[in-house]
Every structure is written in C-alpha cells, then in structure tokens.
Nanobody
C-alpha cells in the first residue's frame, strides 16, 4: 500500500522553527516528485515547496523563499520541510504529496499533478 505520513506540526511562536517530515511507505520516494502544500481555514490549497527525483531540484513559493528548505533522506525514504522564521500567516494544515513518471529534475507546485497525498499535519504560529 502506497502511503505518505506527515509529522512534526505543532504550535510555535512567530520567529520560531519547525521541521515537518513526510515518510513514504510502499514505494521509493527518491524516484518521485515530492511536494509540500498547505491550506489555511477559508483559503485555497497553496503549493509551498517541492523536490524532484534524480538531481533534487527544488522549487519554492515566493511566500516562503529564504525561510523554508526542502530536503530528502533517501535512506529513510523521507522528505523534510525545515521552516524557519515562521510567521502567523504560515498557520495552516500542511500536506505532502507525491507524483511519479516525470523526468529527473522536474518540479511542480500544481496540486492537480500529484496523485498520492498524506493526511496532513497542523502548524499553528501564534504568540
């Protein structure tokens, strides 16, 4: 069974940091594009970051550039999202997603291109 499981969410003060994990099972995630998305209450889902298969090309939404870093640990079949200097507007449910079948180096933040999703983890940034 193909599965993605997110963890690492929680409550953090503005300016703080969190690291989200996306653990894959049933498939080898290094051969897939893995994306992180978020959805705040009353808002549409937003692509945050993604990492390609192969060379590990990354892509970030403008709103998180310079603050968030996506990375892979292939030995653990896990993708991470390091989030620094968190802002209240980062509050949302965060989801990871996977899609295969693209060439190495391909990146996309279009949610409709992803076909496997995790259940999400909640991030709340508040003082």
């Amino acid at each position: 069974q193909l599965q993605l499981v997110e963890s690492g969410g929680g409550l953090v003060q503005p300016g703080g940091s969190l690291r989200l994990s996306c653990a894959a099972s049933g498939f080898t995630s290094e051969y897939y594009v893995i994306g992180w998305f978020r959805q705040a209450p009353g808002k549409e889902r937003e692509g945050v970051s993604c990492i390609s298969s192969g060379d590990g090309t990354t892509k970030y939404a403008d709103s998180v550039k310079g603050r968030f870093t996506i990375s892979r640990d292939n030995a653990k079949n896990t993708v991470y999202l390091q989030m620094n200097n968190l802002k209240t507007e980062d509050t949302a449910d965060y989801y990871c997603a996977a899609v295969g079948g693209y060439y190495d180096g391909y990146v996309t933040l279009r949610s409709y291109e992803y076909d496997l999703w995790g259940q999400g983890t909640q991030v709340t940034v508040s003082s």
